[in-house]
């Protein structure tokens, strides 16, 4: 079993919905979770960043952290065509010590229509 | 001009040759990665280096070795490629924040 898991989709929705995303993990030792989204022949790019449980939100965009289920979300609100792109959750234990390095979900493929 | 920039970004190469992937940074960030990406199996730690004296392997190291050559660059290569290592090779450097990284473009990779 993976150490994080996401759906891979892919997720296909109308312009203007609401879309969740989610990753599981089974790593309690987890400590700082992200979103990553990649444009299609493009890198990954951080979109949102939380530490430990909690919402933050930015914009349309709301990640949600659930420790002690060990699940994670990206909401994406009044969704558009150029949210079109992968998503990858990551997840790392620690900030920035030696030790730091993420790991990534398989990423879930989200077309929005217009 | 790009922060992160990957050179080639495509290659088609033979079982058996030895190839060599460029990454150079102009982040001035320390800290520098190489991943590969399958589809399906999200992003893959190949090695990663702290700063230009301090390598170290990542989950899949095995058929693959770098050469951190001055802090802006960082080379992957491949001993002898063989076909399972076709995939999406992606550089990503980081300053002491490691959660947050900065990818390249990315090389596509044939091995035929």
């Known amino acids: 079993q993976k150490e994080v898991e996401q759906d891979p989709g892919p997720l296909s929705v109308p312009e203007g919905a609401i879309v969740s995303l989610n990753c599981t993990y089974s790593?309690?030792?987890?400590?700082?979770f992200m979103w990553y989204r990649q444009y299609s022949r493009k890198g990954p790019e951080l979109l949102m960043y939380?530490?430990?449980?909690g919402n933050k939100e930015d914009g349309r965009f709301t990640a949600q952290v659930d420790k002690s289920s060990k699940y994670i979300s990206l909401f994406i609100r009044d969704s558009q065509p150029s949210d079109s792109a992968t998503y990858l959750c990551?997840?790392?234990?620690?900030?920035?010590?030696?030790?730091?390095?993420?790991?990534f979900g398989q990423g879930t493929i989200l077309t929005v229509h217009p | 001009d790009a922060d992160v920039t990957q050179t080639p970004r495509n290659r088609i190469t033979k079982t058996g040759k030895r190839i060599m992937l460029e990454c150079s940074q102009t982040k001035g960030h320390d800290r520098m990665y190489w991943y590969r990406q399958d589809p399906g199996l999200g992003l893959q730690l190949i090695y990663y280096s702290f700063d230009v004296k301090d390598i170290n392997k990542g989950e899949i190291s095995d058929g693959y070795s770098v050469s951190r050559q001055a802090q802006a660059k960082f080379s992957l290569s491949l001993e002898s490629a063989i076909p399972n290592q076709t995939a999406l090779y992606f550089c990503?450097?980081?300053?002491?924040?490691?959660?947050?990284?900065?990818f390249g473009p990315g090389t596509r990779l044939t091995v035929l």
């Open positions: 990551a997840m790392s234990l620690d900030g920035g010590t030696s030790y730091g390095k993420l790991t």
């Open positions: 939380t530490y430990s449980s």
């Open positions: 790593n309690s030792a987890f400590q700082y």
């Open positions: 990503a450097t980081s300053d002491f924040e490691v959660n947050e990284q900065f």
